[in-house]
Structure formats: structure tokens, C-alpha cells
């Protein structure tokens, strides 16, 4: 029996419960590590983060633009999208196109969607919007940024 096996060697137990554990601190498995996704004023959103440099403004509905790559993270229906900055802050962001491809109608092309903008460069302009006890950055205008 497996079990039998485990008893007489729980170094090798250990070994697969630290691989297992570390595989879902880096998301391989598909478990994110809890975080906060409440920006602060320095725009670190990651508990024990040191501060960044990425300066954004903490009132909401006051506009202003952002840089960084967009990222998403979870499955549908629950998308979530974050924008990393260059000085590797966290920032959660409202999707602004529809996260689904749509089927056009014949002899149409399709409309764009939120995946066409994951992994890219991009800038952003929006404010600060409560959504439910965080603040998540609600887009106003989005463009590729260039290289």
C-alpha cells in the first residue's frame, strides 16, 4: 500500500509536500498567494512589499495615467486584471473591453477583447474607484505604449 510506503520514507513525504507548497506559491498549480489588492498611496499593493517609486494618486475620481504590462489572473467567469509598473507594483484594473470573445456577425471580424491587451506595454488613463472595501483603477482611455 502507498500509505506503507510513505511511513518508511517521510523524507520523501516531505520532499513532495515542499514541492507541492512551492509549485502554489508560484502559481503553477493554479493557487494564488493571498494579496491585497487595495492600492496604497506609493502603489506597493503587496503585503510586505518595500515601498515603490510609482507615485499615484490616492483620491478617487481624480484621473491620472499609468504605465506597466497588463496581467490577468484567474478563470472565466472571474477574471481579474492587474497592471505591473516597471517598478513592480501591483495595480487591479476594471477590464474596459469584454473578457469573452463574442461571435460577429457573418463576413465581420471580431471586436477586440480584454485578451488583446494581456502581456502588452500599455497606458492608462482612469481614476480610483471604491469596489467594495478596495479601490481598483476604472479606465477611461487605454493605448499600447511605445517601445
Known sequence: MDTNKA??????????????ASLAACGVVGITPPTSSSPSPAGATQPGSAPTATVLPSTPGTPFKIEGVLEVEGSLPNLRFFLRTEDGARIEVLPWLPTEVMQPPAGQSAPPTMADWVGQKIELVGSWVQLESDLVFQVISAERARP
Open 7 to 20: 511511513r518508511r520514507n517521510p523524507l520523501a513525504l516531505l520532499a513532495v509536500i515542499i514541492l507541492l
